[in-house]
């Protein structure tokens, strides 16, 4: 498969594009040729490092501040991306935030701001760049859930619902969309390494119980997100669509025992 400016007439609209796995996909739109508009909310630097690294490659690029969790703002953020570069193409639900809290110690208001923003965010973004994904009739949404979205993980209860419902927002969206030439498809990565956890991550102990955990023996990496959603958002990929694909070396086919001796 052959990428190289594969995406030339293409608006991209990543939201949580300031750090991360929402960069690396970013930059890579960008790299092939399309259109390319990054939402942050509180990261501005790195966001403004994100749009000079890719302004040096690609002048098709914005930098637009949202909380995904606001209809008013994602409504102002879509509606600028059309009037800069046209109807969006390909939407990356990518923004995301998770806070470790053992069940009993999870407040309200905590658990109301992930699933606003993990959940909820999807769902506006998603709602506002289909309508012109409609009239279009074509259009690709790639929502970034987790393997928590299947998983249970001690001590983030709330995350784990958040991402199990953007797997079944994808779902039901590619169920209602497809008749628009719409391809709705979810992404759950496992641990990887990204310049913010980086110095976790790369602790031996961390390393090694890493490595043991994923049958393939490591660390996934901010490429192998991109490579699959490169291929989910071109047309490659038209005949799939409401699907979870877990890309986490393994992790979710393992049992959780230890195996026997031999």
Request: charged share 25%.
């Amino acid at each position: 498969m052959i990428f190289q400016n594969y995406f030339n007439d293409k608006v991209v609209l990543v939201t949580g594009a300031s750090r991360g796995i929402g960069k690396d996909i970013a930059i890579e739109f960008a790299e092939l040729g399309a259109k390319v508009a990054i939402n942050y909310n509180k990261s501005f630097d790195s966001a403004k490092e994100v749009y000079d690294h890719i302004k040096k490659i690609n002048e098709n690029v914005v930098l637009i501040k949202a909380d995904v969790s606001r209809s008013a703002e994602v409504e102002e953020m879509i509606s600028s991306v059309n009037r800069d570069f046209g109807d969006i193409s390909i939407l990356i639900n990518n923004a995301g935030i998770a806070v470790w809290s053992s069940f009993l110690e999870i407040t309200e208001e905590e658990f109301d701001r992930i699933i606003s923003v993990d959940l909820k965010g999807a769902f506006l973004c998603s709602r506002e760049a289909a309508k012109g994904m409609v009239k279009k009739k074509y259009g690709k949404i790639i929502n970034i859930s987790s393997t928590f979205g299947q998983m249970a993980q001690l001590n983030l209860t709330h995350y784990c619902v958040a991402k199990a419902g953007v797997v079944m927002l994808t779902k039901a969206m590619a169920y209602e969309l497809g008749k628009y030439n719409i391809n709705v498809n979810c992404i759950g990565p496992s641990t990887i390494v990204t310049d913010q956890n980086k110095e976790f991550t790369s602790r031996e102990e961390v390393r090694k119980k890493e490595e043991a955990v994923h049958p393939l023996g490591r660390i996934g990496e901010t490429k192998d997100i991109v490579n699959l959603t490169m291929f989910l958002a071109s047309d490659y990929s038209s005949w799939i669509t409401g699907q979870f694909i877990m890309v986490d070396g393994g992790l979710s086919c393992r049992t959780p025992q230890e195996p026997y001796p031999r």
